[in-house]
T-cell receptor, first 116, second 115 residues
Framework: GQQVMQIPQYQHVQEGEDFTTYCNSS?????IQWYKQRPGGHPVFLIQ?????EVKKQKRLTFQFGEAKKNSSLHITATQTTDVGTYFC????????????????FGKGTKLSVKP | DGGITQSPKYLFRKEGQNVTLSCEQN?????MYWYRQDPGQGLRLIYY???????QKGDIAEGYSVSREKKESFPLTVTSAQKNPTAFYLC??????????????FGPGTRLTVL
């Protein structure tokens, strides 16, 4: 079935360093969403990317969607301790694919820890 | 305050017992979802419902059952047939599902431990 791979699984950074997590799909996606889950919490929606090559920014966070709509990345500039958590990408499979038609397919997430 | 509530936050059950997890939303969302999260894993879809009185199996539906008798409620039953039920269960909702894809709003989760 369709898979969404996310790397790295863990990332430890010093506060102030940059951080990037990458997401790759085995098939073309309709769109991709990113969620953040704080330790002990639940996932919270960050952003959705729809267009090929799309780039969106939220303060220190930059989200990209690949030209082929099979990969995406989240980059955090100058990490802060408030950035700690697990970041998930979730791809939306096109409606004409089998399996989870039109539903989110989550990557396993990248757990970010930030040392003050 | 609008949102999704799940109860209880922690749940302990003996092996072989069925258990029902509650999920209620007052966001007036049509679509609701149940996910399972294991340590180091992403979220895996158990069941979803796009409309009242209708629901579909997700990727890991075996050993689970759901009902959607009311728009705001989507309870999940973990049956004794589920071989490894200990996990963190997350309920979510969205305005709709499908082509015009909407963000999902998650509840706080229920951590189920089967002893």
């Amino acid at each position: 079935g369709q898979q969404v791979m996310q790397i790295p699984q863990y990332q430890h950074v010093q506060e102030g360093e940059d951080f990037t997590t990458y997401c790759n799909s085995s098939t073309t996606l309709s769109n991709i969403q990113w969620y953040k889950q704080r330790p002990g919490g639940h996932p919270v929606f960050l952003i959705q990317l729809v267009k090929s090559g799309e780039v969106k920014k939220q303060k220190r966070l930059t989200f990209q969607f690949g030209e082929a709509k099979k990969n995406s990345s989240l980059h955090i500039t100058a990490t802060q301790t408030t950035d700690v958590g697990t970041y998930f990408c979730a791809g939306v499979s096109p409606m004409n694919y089998g399996g989870s038609q039109g539903n989110l397919i989550f990557g396993k997430g990248t757990k970010l820890s930030v040392k003050p | 305050d609008g949102g999704i509530t799940q109860s209880p936050k922690y749940l302990f059950r003996k092996e072989g017992q069925n258990v029902t997890l509650s999920c209620e939303q007052n966001l007036n969302h049509d679509a609701m979802y149940w996910y399972r999260q294991d340590p180091g894993q992403g979220l895996r879809l158990i069941y979803y419902s796009q409309i009242v009185n209708d629901f579909q199996k997700g990727d890991i539906a075996e050993g689970y059952s759901v009902s959607r008798e009311k728009k705001e409620s989507f309870p999940l039953t973990v049956t004794s047939a589920q071989k490894n039920p200990t996990a963190f269960y997350l309920c979510a909702s969205s305005v709709t599902s499908g082509a015009s894809y909407n963000e999902q709003f998650f509840g706080p989760g229920t951590r189920l431990t089967v002893l």
